[in-house]
């Protein structure tokens, strides 16, 4: 879908998003934001989905969408900011990527902002892999699965799901 399509689809999350609160965040975060996310949340800060908007997973079941994240509150549950800090988010990915939506399962949609993956979106689920009793564990992108070389391949995939 085109950002325009995903507009008609969403209602926006937070008020309108500045470049000047982009760099906040990138400082906040100590991540280069890529250029086309970076266009996402000046377009609109966030999106909440009340349509089944879905994502191809390869080899999976496609997921439906519930929200993108946004520049905002780092209280609100529909920040990216508290995103991040939550759901033992930041001790279990590596630290260059960083989380962009949700699905209605709750499982996290992932952006590279560093590395030879920059702009990346991957979708993440929280129980994989994961072992309890460790207490060192390792940053990975084994419980990462790649959805989409970049943020505007991954928004072009995006369909709504037929009733």
Request: with cysteine.
């Amino acid at each position: 879908m085109k950002l325009a399509e995903l507009k008609e689809v969403s209602e926006e999350v937070f008020p309108s998003c500045t470049e000047d609160a982009l760099d906040a965040l990138e400082r906040e975060l100590k991540l280069n934001l890529p250029k086309s996310y970076r266009a996402v949340l000046l377009a609109q800060n966030g999106m909440l989905f009340s349509q089944r908007l879905c994502c191809p997973v390869p080899d999976e079941v496609d997921e439906t969408l519930a929200i993108l994240f946004g520049v905002g509150d780092p209280e609100d549950c529909y920040s990216v900011l508290f995103a991040q800090s939550a759901y033992d988010f930041l001790e279990r990915v590596p630290p260059n990527v960083l989380p962009i939506g949700e699905t209605r399962g709750q499982e996290k949609l992932c952006l590279s902002c560093a590395g030879v993956d920059t702009g990346s979106v991957y979708l993440w689920r929280p129980g994989l892999p994961w072992e309890e009793e460790e207490e060192d564990n390792v940053r990975t992108y084994l419980c990462l699965t790649l959805i989409a070389p970049s943020v505007d391949t991954f928004l072009t995939s995006l369909y709504l799901k037929q009733q």
